[in-house]
């Protein structure tokens, strides 16, 4: 293989780009008698026992240490020439100084074990186990995940490169607010021929994902105290942004149709707003049928309501018609189409987008303006040239061929494995399923000893809003199941996770 050489650096060339921050080992302390080059010596080895400063990360050098924290350059050289002599830090002369790739063997295995639920807004979900080793990806079976094997990078990263050498003076700043022209034109044009949703540009926002398109609507349309419609079960973030903005959620039930919309005028007529999942609903991942949607309709012209369509994965459909989205039945106006590249590209993108009726664009357009935070302009103008250039529509045809395959390879080897206890809600649609086993166990249960396992399977029965007798299932990803062999394999650590005979 062909290896480039590249020229040595300076010892403090690309700091900023290369070293660990500074703010990792900072916070000494003049009014302790504890002598200077003892708590930096402290701070550096704490951080890197506790896994802050990774093996092979780069510190900073004794100079720029030293001038941020305002001691003398002698004081960091002391500290330092004690961790290397300890085995913590290597130094490599011009090349600088880096963590010990071989910590001493007192160390192993002292770092903490990450156990904490990751937010991953992304993933369709209340709570996740503990998240992979960084590099490794997503954990098996996890939700929301699209397959990142498959994504074609090469292209990626020509478009992304070319778009980086191509950038002018202008190109570098902040850019507009309600989100790169080009990309907003790409999206209208997409939504129009996939979706039937006839839009233009300026009615298309970009926003950093489904919370913040949420929020967006939220601020802007609503009033403190008004009551929302959410679906029961329901993707969990949503309750958190709407108890953010000092809003009345309130659960209406789904069933085999979708949005139960007789129950939700019953229980709350004069709602504001409906959140609703109307292609794969989450986490059920039922559609809602055309009844229900002209229903749903009927109801926001009377209220004078909205409608806030979250169509996170609507491009996944495997079998039977295609239903069209919600919002290209609306003749009044009143659906706010929402979509994410997290779930059809790839989640570390934080990109999603908000199509808003004409006549609330402009106050959209206003809270924009104030908005806190702007996506990447370069990561916009790479998604746009994905999307003009074709490669979107390919992708996204041979993702459709991918998850359906996919799905199957893990439903046969689940009913091979677990046997009769199992059923298997396949929908039409989907970046997951419901598995509902025939066990004196909770779904809680075998979801915690499925993490224990390994595997990331959720509980169903905590997206209700109550608890329900029989609501019980787990939710499992397939996307991310890259052969038959391996489907068999997690089939078999679920089995004997839940130790079924």
């Known amino acids: 293989m062909h290896k480039t050489t590249r020229p040595s650096k300076a010892p403090n060339e690309g700091l900023e780009q290369e070293s660990a921050p500074i703010a990792a080992i900072d916070g000494i302390d003049r009014r302790k008698r504890i002598p200077l080059a003892r708590q930096i010596y402290e701070r550096v080895r704490t951080a890197i026992e506790t896994g802050v400063l990774a093996p092979g990360a780069r510190v900073a050098s004794a100079r720029a240490l030293a001038s941020e924290l305002a001691v003398a350059r002698g004081t960091v050289e002391a500290a330092y020439q004690q961790l290397a002599g300890e085995g913590y830090l290597l130094a490599r002369g011009p090349a600088g100084t880096i963590v010990s790739p071989k910590l001493p063997t007192t160390l192993r295995g002292r770092a903490p074990r990450a156990t904490s639920a990751r937010g991953d807004m992304g993933a369709r979900g209340t709570t996740h186990p503990a998240p992979a080793a960084p590099g490794l990806g997503a954990l098996p079976l996890q939700l929301g995940i699209p397959a990142l094997d498959a994504f074609p990078r090469k292209v990626w990263s020509r478009l992304a490169a070319r778009r980086v050498r191509g950038a002018l003076a202008a190109d570098l700043g ?47 349309l609503l009033r403190h105290g008004d009551t929302v419609w959410i679906e029961d079960p329901c993707y969990m973030p949503t309750r958190a942004v709407l108890q953010q903005a000092s809003l009345l ?36 991942c039922v559609s809602m049928t055309l009844a229900r949607r002209l229903a749903l309709l009927d109801w926001a012209s009377r209220a004078q309501a909205w409608i806030f369509e979250d169509d996170y994965d609507g491009e996944f459909h495997y079998s039977g018609p295609t239903l069209p989205a919600l919002k290209s039945l609306d003749e009044n106006d009143r659906v706010i189409y929402a979509g994410s590249f997290s779930k059809v590209l790839f989640p570390a993108l934080s990109l999603g987008y908000v199509v808003a009726p004409k006549a609330v664009a402009p106050l959209l357009a206003r809270a924009m303006q104030a908005a806190p935070s702007r996506s990447s302009r370069v990561q916009q103008a790479t998604v746009a040239d994905f999307m003009t250039g074709g490669h979107f529509a390919r992708h996204l045809k041979k993702m459709r061929l991918l998850y359906a395959r996919r799905r199957a390879w893990l439903a046969e080897a689940l009913r091979d494995s677990l046997g009769e206890p199992v059923e298997i809600d396949q929908t039409r649609g989907g970046m997951h399923f419901v598995v509902r086993l025939r066990t004196r166990l909770g779904d809680r249960e075998l979801a915690r000893r499925a993490r224990e396992a390994g595997l990331s399977c959720q509980p169903l029965s905590d997206r209700y809003a109550q608890a329900q007798r029989g609501q019980r299932g787990l939710l499992m990803g397939f996307t991310n199941v890259t052969s038959f062999a391996q489907a068999r394999d997690l089939a078999r650590r679920l089995r004997d996770a839940f130790a079924i005979d």
């Open 249 to 284: 959620a309130q659960p209406v039930p789904v069933d085999e149709e979708g949005l139960d919309v007789a129950a939700g005028c019953r229980s709350a007529r004069a709602a504001r707003l409906a959140v609703v999942t109307p292609s794969h609903q989450a986490p059920l």
């Open 174 to 220: 902040y850019g507009d607010p309600c989100g790169e022209w080009a990309l907003r034109q790409a999206i209208a044009a997409y939504l129009h021929v996939s979706r039937g949703i006839v839009c233009s540009p300026d009615q298309v926002f970009v926003t950093s994902g489904y919370c913040a398109s949420l929020g967006l609507i939220a601020g802007t």
